[in-house]
């Protein structure tokens, strides 16, 4: 039998959480099988089997944080698969587990594999079984792409307990006798946590005296109707008025990576306001070209070409100030990033020498990159190496806004939402007032080599082409 450490997944990572288990004690796995989801500190990550045979055990528990080499699962000959272990058995009489040392190399695959699985366990005196947590797919992210309601909004389904199986509960919780095990349901567990009820001071309502959700409740005085508390926010509908959520994750290195940035590299932010009617209606043209029709045209489209372009006169905004070598190093590629906000924490994968691109590759890889955030399955290698980020605040509604720059690079562009308002226009005429379509752009660059001329000169260039399209071929 031979144990698989948690492996390094990405540049230098120290730990990860178990997320959700694909397979369950018993299962016959194959080589390269996904075995477990997993969230490293920039992304979910599935990784694959590096053998085959029978799972024997899972080693942890859903929800935990481990170091990387900790053994998460134990995997025998599938000839010889481990009798299981009955449930009055003594835990001292539990059978150890040889450990073998392993290749950690094999490199962690992103698939498509999605389901449920329930999380076996061997059940002496460990921690009680959880039911596997709803597929990627359901995390549903708001991507920085397009106008304001381009977006689907964050949705993240919670795990309830409308099937499954029922499990014993855990064994933190006191039990009125020895061998005496409370029957509950994970959610009913964790709320009864959460409210601090102890389970084996309730008589179980459900089948075979399952203790419920509405048992819990009725312990503390909240005798609410089922299905009323699943209306509220899963806090708000337990009765709390505040609660605390761990920092990990991406969400930790998100914001050890904005404190980073913020308070290292001095922040410049300038604004302006820009007549985008022209560019609306040159992104209406383009979804009616046939070469257009596949991918989904929206004016972020427009904006990063401009952006490309106007770095040709401006190269120190795709540049980085090297404090180490006292160095600043420029770069002749562009991996453009877009930032996303997801239910785990901002992410910001890159469109990779997106510089050599026609306008209608990089439309297809805006595509791909928004729609690779929005399953939660952006790796580590798509986030790294960027040198100039935009990030659509418009989807919100959000007029503009001040960015902090990346670790790594030298400015970031805030894209406002595109409103109709009042805009004066000049022709043989004179002035006149006009409705126009009208967005604002906020460029935050590192002042310690950029300074204010030539982030000036590249935020004027980007407006002036989506002012009017057509002038970016005087570029």
């Known amino acids: 039998m031979a144990e698989f450490k948690l492996p390094d997944v990405g540049e230098g990572l120290t730990e990860a959480e178990i997320v959700t288990w694909k397979v369950k004690e018993g299962d016959t796995v194959a080589i390269n099988q996904i075995l477990v989801e997993i969230e490293t500190a920039k992304s979910l990550v599935e990784l694959p089997s590096p053998y085959a045979g029978v799972v024997q055990r899972l080693m942890v528990p859903e929800g935990e944080t481990v170091p990387v080499g900790t053994p998460i699962i134990a995997i025998g000959d599938a000839s010889a698969p481990e009798a299981p272990v009955p449930e009055a058995a003594d835990p001292a009489a539990e059978p150890?587990?040889?450990?073998?040392?392993?290749?950690?190399?094999?490199?962690?695959?992103?698939g498509s594999a999605e389901g449920e699985s329930l999380v076996g366990r061997m059940k002496a005196d460990r921690a009680a079984t959880r039911r596997a947590r709803r597929p990627a797919a359901a995390l549903q992210t708001q991507a920085a792409f397009g106008p304001a309601g381009d977006s689907a909004p964050i949705e993240l389904d919670e795990e309830d307990e409308s099937d499954g199986p029922v499990v014993p509960a855990t064994a933190a919780a006191p039990v009125e006798s020895g061998n005496v095990r409370v029957l509950a349901k994970p959610p009913v567990r964790k709320l009864a946590r959460d409210l601090g009820v102890d389970l084996a001071s309730l008589v179980g309502s459900g089948p075979h005296g399952t203790v419920t959700r509405e048992d819990v409740h009725a312990a503390t005085g909240d005798r609410r109707p089922a299905g009323e508390a699943e209306r509220l926010p899963q806090p708000?509908?337990?009765?709390?008025?505040?609660?605390?959520?761990?920092?990990?994750g991406v969400r930790k290195m998100m914001g050890q990576a904005m404190v980073e940035?913020?308070?290292?590299?001095?922040?410049?932010?300038?604004?302006?306001?820009?007549d985008v009617t022209r560019t609306m209606e040159f992104v209406e043209r383009l979804r009616t070209r046939r070469e257009f029709r596949e991918v989904r045209v929206s004016p972020l489209l427009v904006l990063a070409r401009a952006v490309m372009l106007a770095m040709r006169r401006t190269p120190e905004i795709n540049s980085w100030w090297d404090e180490s070598a006292q160095e600043v190093v420029y770069k002749s590629y562009v991996n453009l990033g877009i930032a996303a906000a997801t239910p785990r924490g901002l992410v910001v994968p890159n469109v990779k020498d997106a510089e050599q691109l026609s306008l209608l590759e990089l439309a297809q890889a805006l595509n791909a990159v928004v729609e690779t955030a929005r399953s939660g399955r952006t790796q580590p290698a798509e986030m790294s190496g960027g040198t100039f980020t935009i990030t659509n605040v418009g989807v919100f509604g959000v007029d503009s806004g001040t960015p902090i720059i990346n670790p790594g690079e030298s400015a970031i562009l805030a894209f406002g939402a595109i409103r109709k308002q009042p805009w004066v226009v000049s022709s043989g005429q004179g002035d006149e007032i006009v409705v126009r379509q009208v967005t604002t752009l906020a460029l935050s660059f590192d002042h310690r080599h950029v300074d204010g001329e030539k982030g000036s000169r590249f935020l004027a260039d980007v407006a002036g082409i989506l002012e009017d399209p057509a002038s970016a071929l005087l570029f």
């Open 261 to 274: 940035s913020a308070f290292s590299a001095p922040h410049v932010t300038e604004w302006v306001t820009v």
């Open 96 to 110: 150890q587990l040889g450990t073998v040392e392993i290749d950690l190399s094999n490199p962690a695959a992103s």
């Open 236 to 248: 708000a509908a337990q009765g709390r008025r505040e609660w605390r959520e761990p920092i990990k």
